[in-house]
């Protein structure tokens, strides 16, 4: 059912981003000349906004944020850097490169993100371009990491376990590689690439054209049973139907997304639909002809709604569907049966039909660092120095160190010994089945403490599960510093989204394979609070679960919360004891 009026819609002003879109040049914007003028830390507005496109983020450490301008001093910036790395692939020579970066100009971490992507964190303005420059000499690259077009596009991580699986990396690659944007403007202004005339839209950006897409745009690709890559929260996913061991095609499913914003009711998480089915020849017609569906009816007015999830919800999955075959000048064919049984990451080794070996390993909040007593960047380093396979980075911000040879597996185990790795994954699963977000200190946008919050959290209630046997049950459990949903918080099974410093609310009831949305179980709680709030919960499931019950399950089942349905309904049917204690 279509439910906008395009006639209010045109009359409405569109977006400030829209004007900088379209004066920038293709998003080349004054980038090149504020990067010469090193008497500030920062650039100007505007190119803040066009750098997202290029794959970085402007950002200021918020630790030292008060202290500063109490002494007034201006904020201490520096440069989020995020690596594009689709279906989460890096070779050893790639991961060494990223690992030299991190110590020369970052922060002497890496983060590995919900997305399969590396990020950099506290590069100063000075060396940014540097830092660009060779990160595409380690042949990746960052440009649509960021901004409003289609960004990394994630898969399941490993494509040796069936060639189904190498099947969807393909896809993913093959998808990934035809959104990319066509400006030069990044091998202008990065790589000292020869500049181009710019009159000519078509050679521009065939796909997007000048103005790009109304907001981001997230695809994703999964092999059932595993939804490790959470299709339902991502604008487009694909979910792959395996015959005889192949990819023949795959479900499309459209419009999910998580950020949502405190107080704002028009805002919400939603679960993406499947609309089809489409061939595997046909995946990436079908991806751009989604993509020119959003960049053609996404609202370009209020970026609080322009993501693709409102347009599906405005329009209708119906609509959605009849306009997308009208782009095709195909139908897609009806959705074939499939079923997910969990979103986690395999921990542990693995060993594929070749004989080959693959060693998942846990990395808590995606932060590859060394500390005096786990010493895990310098032991993958290692590692990546003998190592013949390659890594794979999980849409868990986890890693696996993959295809690892029988040879080579002796070699290794020795190295994850010495540095501390070989026992990453005996956590209890409680914490091996968790995500925080970045958020402090370097996010701009958070509210509250994430990545370095939950493990602490976690702990706490490890008291708990130990105690009521739960250490091997798996219970989705996922932190977020705000509402933008960035470790997708909305389909844990128990979810923190951050509303102030030691402030969160906490959502009960997702979905164990991401296939539901959670609920608002208390508002605006201490983080003194979620001990004594959660135990007697997770007491309580261990004693009465039903055979085989899962804790999202349960906690409706026995009245906690409500279910949620779909997006629109997700501020409905908020417990009155959550309502009043607003
Ligand atoms: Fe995100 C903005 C970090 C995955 C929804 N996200 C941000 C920024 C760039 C903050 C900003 O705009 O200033 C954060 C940078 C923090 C930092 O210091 O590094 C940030 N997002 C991340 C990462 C690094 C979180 C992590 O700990 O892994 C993830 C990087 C993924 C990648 O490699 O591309 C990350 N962000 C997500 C996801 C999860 C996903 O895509 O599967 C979501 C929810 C799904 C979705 O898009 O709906 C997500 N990020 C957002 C939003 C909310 C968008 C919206 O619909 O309203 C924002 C804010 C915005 O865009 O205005 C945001
Ligand atoms: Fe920042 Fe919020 Fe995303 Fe966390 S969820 S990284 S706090 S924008």
């Given at each position: ?6 006639s ?5 002003k569109?977006?400030?981003n829209?004007?900088?879109?379209t004066?920038?040049?293709?998003l080349?914007?004054?980038i090149?000349?504020g ?7 920062s ?8 750098l997202?496109?290029?794959g970085?983020y ?5 630790d030292?944020?008060?202290?500063r301008?109490?002494?007034k ?7 989020m850097?995020r690596?594009?790395?689709?279906g ?5 020579e790639?991961w ?5 970066l991190a ?9 590995l993100t919900t ?7 506290g ?15 380690a042949a ?20 040796y376990?069936?060639?189904a ?11 990934s590689?035809?959104l ?13 690439g ?7 839209e ?7 054209g000048?103005t ?13 049973p ?14 792959a139907?395996v ?5 023949v ?5 459209v419009g999910?997304g998580?950020?949502?914003t405190?107080g704002?009711?028009?805002?919400y998480p ?16 079908v ?19 322009s993501r693709?999830k409102?347009?599906?919800?405005d329009?209708g ?17 009806p959705a074939?049966?499939y ?9 542990g080794?693995?060993e594929?039909?070749n ?6 390993m846990?990395v808590?909040?995606g ?6 007593s786990?010493?895990?960047?310098t032991?993958?380093r290692?590692?990546a120095k003998?190592?013949?396979g390659?890594?794979r ?14 040879a080579?597996?002796?070699?290794i185990?020795?190295l ?8 990453s994954?005996e ?5 091996l089945?968790?995500?925080?977000c ?13 990545e370095?919050?939950?493990p ?5 209630l490890e008291?708990t599960?130990?105690e ?13 510093g705000c ?29 164990h394979?991401?296939q ?10 201490h ?39 779909q ?5 409905a049917?908020i ?8």
């Open positions: 059912m279509k439910t906008r009026k395009l209010s819609m045109s009359e409405k569109l977006s400030a829209e004007g900088i879109k004066r920038s040049n293709y080349r914007g004054t090149a000349e990067l010469q003028d090193l008497s500030t830390g650039l100007s507005e505007d190119d803040q906004q066009l997202k496109f290029h970085t402007q950002q200021d450490d918020r030292t944020r008060a202290t301008r109490k002494h001093l201006d904020k201490a910036y520096s440069f850097i690596i594009r790395v689709p989460g692939v890096a070779t050893s790639q060494l490169a990223t690992d030299h110590t020369t100009f970052a922060n002497g971490t890496i983060k997305r399969q992507a590396f990020q950099f964190h590069i100063i303005k000075s060396n940014l371009k540097r830092t660009i420059a060779d990160i595409n000499k990746m690259d960052t440009i649509a990491a960021c901004g409003d077009v289609n960004r990394n596009v994630m898969c399941n991580p490993n494509p376990l069936s060639t699986h190498a099947d969807v990396l393909q896809a993913a690659k093959d998808i590689a035809h990319t944007p066509h400006t030069r403007a990044y091998h202008e202004i990065w790589l000292d020869e500049k181009v005339k710019t009159s000519e078509e050679v521009q950006e065939p796909i997007y000048k790009y897409l109304p907001r981001k745009f997230k695809i994703t690709i999964a092999v059932p595993s939804n490790d890559v959470d299709i339902f929260a991502n604008c487009l996913s694909f979910i139907i015959e005889g061991g192949k990819v095609g795959y479900n499309v499913a999910g998580m950020g949502s405190h704002n009711e028009a805002t939603r679960l993406a639909d499947v609309i089809g089915y489409c061939t595997a020849e046909q995946v990436v017609d991806s751009e002809k989604v993509v020119l569906v959003q960049r053609d009816f996404g609202d370009r007015t209020d970026r609080k709604h693709f409102y347009t599906v919800d329009y999955p119906e609509w959605i569907l009849a306009k997308l075959n009208e782009y095709l000048g195909y139908d897609l064919e074939r049966p079923e997910f049984v969990d979103n986690g990451d395999r921990f080794w693995q594929d039909p004989g080959n070996f693959h060693y998942t846990f808590e909040g932060r590859v660092l060394d500390t005096p786990y010493p895990m960047r032991g993958l290692e590692i003998i190592h013949d390659d890594f980075l999980t849409a868990n911000q986890n890693l696996m160190i993959a295809n690892i040879s029988p080579k597996r002796v070699q185990e020795a994850m010994e010495q540095y501390g790795i070989k026992d994954h956590k209890s699963a409680l914490r089945s968790s995500i925080a970045v958020a402090l200190p370097t996010c701009g946008l958070a509210l509250a403490e994430a370095r919050y939950l602490h959290v976690i702990t706490d008291e599960v130990e009521a046997g739960l250490r091997h049950d798996s219970i989705t459990i996922r932190m977020t509402p933008n949903g960035c470790g997708r918080p909305f389909i844990a099974e128990i979810g923190f989204v951050g509303r102030g410093p030691d402030r969160y609310n906490l959502y009960l009831g997702g979905g394979a991401g539901r949305l959670n609920k608002l179980y208390r508002q605006d709680i983080a003194d609070e979620i001990k004594p709030i959660l135990s007697p919960i997770l007491s309580h499931y261990a004693k009465e679960r039903n055979e085989g019950e899962r804790f999202g399950d349960f906690v409706i089942r026995t009245g906690y919360v409500a279910a949620t349905v997006g629109k309904d997700f501020h049917n417990r009155t004891e959550a309502a009043a204690s607003a």
